[in-house]
């Protein structure tokens, strides 16, 4: 049976939000790319599997998107936050006792970042590959084997054929099957939490202003969307120890949301479901190293973090910066190594880094004990009364030195 076998400069190795910025990205810089993904993305709101996450997008990654041609697509339909407000609310009752606002207009004319919701997202994705000529989507195909050798790969698909690149870019999610096929180990920490994510309205307008509540399991956190059926509406991201998310995932409706009323402190008076309830597993991961022969680890194959400060898409979007300059500054060293050395090396002390911190702020907000919650408050209150460490913090937010 001959083998048929068509060469690409780039394959992409998953259709999430990763993965198809990183196929328009690559696109649209000159390079031709084929992206695949065994699981074809759900691009509606309210069809079953629909991702109702929502993804933050910072300053540098709205730059990244411009570049990609997906921003203006995006635009029309982006929550901008403008004020980050972290509550804490870890005394006796759930109410709160230190409010702090970040606001960007400290650090930037520019709002921190904009919201948007994740299936929208792969839907205007799509559509911008589809304009693509160099660039071809394959939704339903999946990778079945990884051959490298110095000059190229060879990735075999679902569909029964070959693609041969310079560059294979694993962004194929936390369970990365072509990080697997190329042997790169990964360390995992696990927190015993999950996360619930859901959209509600709420009669108290947010005003831009993306709020995150410090009690304990974890943090409760609501970022503005659009209005939605003429009621202001915030994405809703829900961190407790496991077993409780699954309780919570089950109840009625309306105790559900007299439930979510009294986490959120009825900062925004009662809130209303406006989605079905998503529960999603909560862990911090880090590849050992970034690159492989001819493959580069992008996202949540080289690193995941709980969803805390917008830090994970972010941090995604940056390794792709740094990949795309090296592969502009040099189109002939595409995936040799000396380039994805030097792709690893500007990237994963970093990540590691990064990863560190919201794995401490992680944990800082999961305290149960009283006293450490007390702790937690006074740590807060700190670093908002220094002004200089407070702007730095928000620099260092938004991925800027």
Same mark, same amino acid.
């Given at each position: 049976?001959?083998?048929?076998?068509?060469?690409?400069?780039?394959?992409?190795?998953?259709?999430?939000?990763?993965?198809?910025?990183?196929?328009?990205?690559?696109?649209?810089?000159?390079?031709?790319?084929?992206?695949?993904?065994?699981?074809?993305?759900?691009?509606?709101?309210?069809?079953?599997?629909?991702?109702?996450?929502?993804?933050?997008?910072?300053?540098?990654?709205?730059?990244?998107?411009?570049?990609?041609?997906?921003?203006?697509?995006?635009?029309?339909?982006?929550?901008?936050?403008?004020?980050?407000?972290?509550?804490?609310?870890?005394?006796?009752?759930?109410?709160?006792?230190?409010?702090?606002?970040?606001?960007?207009?400290?650090?930037?004319?520019?709002?921190?970042?904009?919201?948007?919701?994740?299936?929208?997202?792969?839907?205007?994705?799509?559509?911008?590959?589809?304009?693509?000529?160099?660039?071809?989507?394959?939704?339903?195909?999946?990778?079945?084997?990884?051959?490298?050798?110095?000059?190229?790969?060879?990735?075999?698909?679902?569909?029964?054929?070959?693609?041969?690149?310079?560059?294979?870019?694993?962004?194929?999610?936390?369970?990365?099957?072509?990080? &697997? *096929? +190329?042997?790169?180990?990964?360390?995992?920490?696990?927190? !015993?939490?999950?996360? %619930? =994510?859901?959209?509600? #309205?709420?009669?108290?307008?947010?005003?831009?202003?993306?709020?995150?509540?410090?009690?304990?399991?974890?943090?409760?956190?609501?970022?503005?969307?659009?209005?939605?059926?003429?009621?202001?509406?915030?994405?809703?991201?829900?961190?407790?120890?496991?077993?409780?998310?699954?309780?919570?995932?089950?109840?009625?409706?309306?105790?559900? &949301? *007299? +439930?979510?009323?009294?986490?959120?402190?009825?900062?925004? !008076?009662?809130?209303? %479901? =406006?989605?079905?309830? #998503?529960?999603?597993?909560?862990?911090?991961?880090?590849?050992?190293?970034?690159?492989?022969?001819?493959?580069?680890?992008?996202?949540?194959?080289?690193?995941?973090?709980?969803?805390?400060?917008?830090?994970?898409?972010?941090?995604?979007?940056?390794?792709?910066?740094?990949?795309?300059?090296?592969?502009?500054?040099?189109?002939?060293?595409?995936?040799?190594?000396?380039?994805?050395?030097?792709?690893?090396?500007?990237?994963?002390?970093?990540?590691?880094?990064?990863?560190?911190?919201?794995?401490?702020?992680?944990?800082?907000?999961?305290?149960?004990?009283?006293?450490?919650?007390?702790?937690?408050?006074?740590?807060?209150?700190?670093?908002?009364?220094?002004?200089?460490?407070?702007?730095?913090?928000?620099?260092?937010?938004?991925?800027?030195?």
């Amino acid at each position: 049976m001959s083998t048929e076998f068509q060469t690409v400069d780039i394959l992409v190795s998953g259709g999430g939000v990763a993965g198809l910025t990183a196929a328009a990205l690559f696109g649209a810089a000159g390079f031709s790319v084929i992206c695949v993904d065994p699981t074809p993305p759900v691009t509606e709101r309210d069809a079953e599997g629909s991702d109702l996450r929502t993804t933050a997008f910072l300053q540098p990654s709205q730059a990244l998107l411009e570049q990609a041609g997906i921003w203006d697509r995006l635009d029309a339909f982006a929550a901008p936050l403008q004020i980050m407000r972290i509550v804490d609310a870890g005394g006796a009752q759930p109410e709160p006792r230190i409010v702090k606002d970040f606001d960007a207009a400290d650090i930037s004319e520019q709002p921190f970042g904009w919201n948007l919701p994740n299936w929208l997202l792969r839907r205007e994705m799509v559509a911008r590959l589809a304009e693509l000529p160099n660039v071809e989507f394959r939704p339903g195909t999946g990778t079945a084997s990884l051959f490298t050798r110095q000059a190229e790969a060879r990735v075999g698909l679902t569909d029964g054929t070959q693609v041969r690149c310079k560059l294979v870019i694993a962004a194929d999610g936390r369970h990365s099957p072509m990080r &697997e *096929a +190329a042997g790169v180990p990964v360390k995992t920490t696990r927190y !015993g939490q999950k996360a %619930l =994510a859901f959209a509600v #309205t709420h009669p108290v307008p947010h005003e831009n202003v993306s709020t995150e509540i410090h009690r304990s399991g974890g943090p409760f956190t609501l970022v503005p969307l659009p209005d939605y059926d003429g009621m202001p509406s915030s994405a809703i991201v829900w961190m407790e120890l496991g077993p409780e998310v699954l309780r919570l995932s089950k109840l009625p409706e309306d105790e559900f &949301e *007299a +439930a979510m009323t009294e986490r959120s402190c009825s900062l925004f !008076g009662p809130l209303k %479901l =406006a989605s079905r309830r #998503t529960v999603w597993p909560i862990i911090s991961q880090v590849a050992e190293r970034m690159y492989a022969e001819r493959v580069a680890l992008v996202a949540e194959a080289a690193h995941v973090v709980p969803p805390i400060g917008a830090q994970g898409l972010n941090m995604s979007l940056g390794d792709m910066r740094v990949l795309l300059e090296l592969a502009q500054a040099n189109p002939e060293t595409l995936g040799d190594a000396k380039m994805l050395q030097t792709f690893h090396r500007r990237r994963h002390t970093e990540v590691r880094a990064r990863v560190a911190g919201i794995d401490l702020l992680n944990r800082a907000s999961m305290m149960e004990a009283r006293p450490l919650r007390d702790m937690r408050a006074m740590g807060l209150n700190a670093i908002y009364s220094l002004g200089p460490v407070r702007k730095t913090m928000m620099q260092m937010g938004l991925g800027t030195r």
